[in-house]
Structure formats: C-alpha cells, structure tokens
C-alpha cells in the first residue's frame, strides 16, 4: 500500500462547477500538507500548504485536513477551463521530505 | 528567468550512453532534490542533498549518481542510460530555514528519451 494514496482521475466538470480532490495517507507523523498544481509538460508549482488539521482559504481554493481521519482535501470554487491541471498532493513529516500522491487529473470544460 | 533552472530540457540518446542533467537555481536555497516523474506513479526521489558536502539516496536511486558541485548546482548522472530511465525528471529546491514545511519549488523539467 502505497503511503499516499490519491485517485488519478481524470475528473472532468463544468465550468463554474466546484472540483473536490482528495488524498488519504497512513503515517500518522505528517503534519504539512500541501497542494501542487502541475500544467501539462511543465514543473509542479505550490499552490496551498496548511500545517496540521483545519481549514485554510485563499481565493477561490479552500484546503482541509483531517488528521484523525488521515484525509486531506482541496476545493477550487467557480472552477475555469484555466484550473485543468494536473493536482498533486504532498506531505511531510517533520524535518523529513516530502512524499507525494500520484496526482489527479483535472478537466474543466468551457 | 526561472529561479530553478533545467539543461538540457529535451534529450534523446541511446542505451548505454553516459548522460547528465543540470540543474542551477538563484533561489538560495540550501537544499536541493532530484526527482522522476512517470505516468501513474506520480514524483519519486531519486537523491537530495540538504547541503553541499551533503548527499543522500532517495527511494530509486539505482542506475543514477548526483554532484553538488555548490550551493546553487546539483547535477544528476545515468552512467549507462537504459530504456526504463525514459522519465520526465524534475530538479526541486526547498529552504531549511521556513517555517511552512520543506515547501518545495520545482524547475521545468528535463524531458529524457532513451531508445
């Protein structure tokens, strides 16, 4: 089982729909969680951290973990055709390195 | 300019060759990270180095070697490139000194073919 695990999608909606992603995870020791956002052929750019459990807002993107559950989800409200991406979540244990899901693949249709 | 910094972008060479990968970046960072991306198994590391004189395994690190010839430059090897290290790899940095995690930044990618 891998340590992350995230569905790959794709996942395809509406424009101006909101797209729900999420991962779950099995080492109870992360503590930073985080979401990158990955166009097609280049880099992945960070797009949301948030440390332990709670909610944090920035814009049109809202994070949530859950750490009793070992969950953590990102929604994009009011999403646009510029959101298709791919979406990968990322965790950390403290002073470790990261480890990342597989990356969901997201398609917001005009 | 990207401040993480991939040569070359594209590559295509034959089995057994020797091939490196450069990475430079203006970011200041301390630590400095070499991963491959390939379909369906989403970034896994192949080295990082969290200081100069500082080298370390990632999870396949195998067929693979690295240089951190300083502070801003860490360069990844294939010794002898086979047809299974066909890969997108990225080059990444983070700052030991932040306090949102090891936020990591990522360059554009090096896009590797080897037939």
């Known amino acids: 089982q891998k340590e992350v695990e995230q569905d790959p999608g794709p996942l395809s909606v509406p424009e101006g729909a909101i797209v729900s992603l999420n991962c779950t995870y099995s080492?109870?020791?992360?503590?930073?969680f985080m979401w990158y956002r990955q166009y097609s052929r280049k880099g992945p750019e960070l797009l949301m951290y948030?440390?332990?459990?709670g909610n944090k807002e920035d814009g049109r993107f809202t994070a949530q973990v859950d750490k009793s559950s070992k969950y953590i989800s990102l929604f994009i409200r009011d999403s646009q055709p510029s959101d298709s991406a791919t979406y990968l979540c990322a965790m950390e244990a403290a002073g470790n390195k990261l480890t990342f899901g597989g990356g969901t693949r997201v398609l917001v249709k005009p | 300019d990207a401040d993480v910094t991939q040569t070359p972008r594209n590559r295509i060479t034959k089995t057994g060759k020797r091939i490196m990968l450069e990475c430079s970046q203006t970011k200041g960072h301390d630590r400095m990270y070499w991963y491959r991306q390939d379909p369906g198994l989403g970034l896994r590391l192949i080295y990082y180095?969290?200081?100069?004189?500082?080298?370390n395994k990632g999870e396949i690190s195998d067929g693979y070697s690295v240089s951190r010839q300083a502070q801003a430059k860490f360069s990844l090897s294939l010794e002898s490139a086979i047809p299974n290290q066909t890969a997108l790899y990225f080059c990444?940095?983070?700052?030991?000194?932040?306090?949102?995690?090891?936020?990591?930044?990522f360059g554009e990618g090096s896009w590797l073919t080897v037939v």
């Open positions: 948030t440390y332990s459990s």
């Open positions: 180095s969290f200081d100069v004189k500082d080298i």
């Open positions: 080492n109870s020791a992360f503590q930073y």
């Open positions: 990444a940095t983070s700052d030991s000194g932040q306090s949102s995690g090891n936020t990591i930044y």
